[in-house]
Every structure is written in C-alpha cells, then in structure tokens.
Nanobody, 132 residues
C-alpha cells in the first residue's frame, strides 16, 4: 500500500522560510512523480511543484517560481519543498501527491496542462500559516 506523509508545516512570519517534507513508501515501480499542491479555505487546489523521482526534473507554478524549490532524496524516499519569501497568501493546507508517470511523459504533460494534475495518491496534508 502506498503512503505519503507530509510534515514541516508551521506558523511563519512573512518573508520567512519553511521546508516541507513528504515521505513516501509502498511504490512497486520507479516511474513516479511527486508534487506539492495546496488548498486554502474556500479556494480551489493549486498545484505548486512536481519532481520526477527518476531523473529529478522539476516543474513549478508561476506563482511560486523563484521562491519555492522542490527536491528529492531517493535514499530517504523523501521529497522536500523549500519555501522562502513567504507571504500571507501562502497560508494553506499543503499536500503532497504522487502519480505513476515516466519523466518523459511528465514533461509532455506539464507542457500541455501545467500542474493541473489529478494525483493518484495523496497525503493528509500539513498546515502552513504565514503571518504578516
């Protein structure tokens, strides 16, 4: 069974930084992409970033490009989201999600659809609150 467990959410000051972690387990294949999305109250989910755990290619939403960095430590089965220059508008529940997709197909998908991804698996989320 696949599990995704997020951690690292906290209350931060505007302009500060946080690092979220997503520990994954249970995959029986290598072609996996793991990403982060968030959802604020009464708002639609917003895809933020995604990484192929095969070739570590990364993708970002325009809203976080330059502020957020996604990375993967395959030895630890962990994907990180380093967030800097936080803004109150970044306050939301942050989730990691995973899909079974090759790095090549992920690149094609991003070109066509961006980070509007229907995640096959997802964690329960970690809360990020940014105070002004």
């Amino acid at each position: 069974e696949v599990y995704l467990v997020e951690s690292g959410g906290a209350v931060a000051q505007a302009g500060g930084s946080l690092r979220l972690s997503c520990v994954y387990s249970g995959f029986t294949f290598a072609d996996i992409a793991i990403g982060w999305f968030r959802q604020a109250p009464e708002k639609e989910p917003e895809g933020l970033s995604c990484i192929s755990v095969v070739d570590h290619s990364t993708y970002y939403a325009d809203s976080v490009k330059g502020r957020f960095t996604i990375s993967s430590d395959n030895a630890k089965n962990t994907v990180y989201l380093q967030m800097s220059d936080l803004e109150p508008e970044d306050s939301a529940m942050y989730y990691c999600g995973a899909i079974h997709i090759s790095a090549l197909h992920l690149s094609d998908y991003y070109s066509d659809y961006g980070l509007n991804i229907d995640w096959t698996w997802r964690g329960r989320g970690t809360q990020v609150t940014v105070s002004s």
